[in-house]
């Protein structure tokens, strides 16, 4: 499986990095190995000083496809779940200062913890779900994805053209206002809703 992952895709949290708003969807990838699941613990890397959580709502393939179109890109995701894109910013600043891949920053062992899936049937509305972060028991992120700049079906249509869908991929879909960076000991909870659906601690 692999993992694809949006970036720059709530406006307010590009202002609080002071990117550019992209014209089309930023598309990075994570190997399998970023992958943690069950609220297994996240091992803070010695390589970085400053790993920051970036909670996003995360999209699960259902059915190999490529080059979708936007109306019929429902038919290929069945389950959504919550998950933090660790990115270790330090390293990311030098990347991008340099215009090089962020790989280093943004796909090492234990990068993307993922919460368990709720079917489509749990979410009404796709346009407005809540989901949020709460570290050590206090909201730190808090969104909704009525705030997207690009919506699930535009995301999985855009990325279908790229890269072929497989079913048991996973798509990041970006995050809101409100990174920071997590320390040792921190307790780490996700949110779709009112429901707690991932909670690790950083060790
Ligand atoms: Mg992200």
Known sequence: MKIIAIGRNYAEHIAELQNERPTEPVVFLKP??????DNAPFYHPS???????????VLRICKEG??????????YYDQIGVGIDFTARDLQ???????????????FN????????LPMEHFPDKQHIDF??????????????????YDF???VAHV???FTLKTGDLIFTGTPKGVAAVKVGDRLQAYIGEECLLDFEVK
């Not at 600043?93 to 796909?107: D, I, Q, R, T, V």
């Not at 949020?132 to 997207?148: A, F, I, P, Y």
């Open 32 to 37: 399998d190995t970023a992958l943690l699941k």
């Open 47 to 57: 390589f970085s000083q400053d790993i920051h959580h970036e909670v996003e709502l």
């Open 66 to 75: 490529k080059h979708i179109e936007p109306e019929f890109a429902h038919k």
């Open 93 to 107: 600043s030098e990347l991008k200062a340099k215009g090089l891949p962020w790989e280093k920053a943004k796909a």
């Open 110 to 117: 234990g990068s993307a913890p993922v919460s368990g899936f």
């Open 132 to 149: 949020g972060l709460k570290v050590n028991g206090e909201w730190r992120q808090q969104g909704n994805t009525s705030l997207m700049l």
């Open 153 to 155: 079906d535009y995301l």
């Open 160 to 162: 279908s053209h790229y």
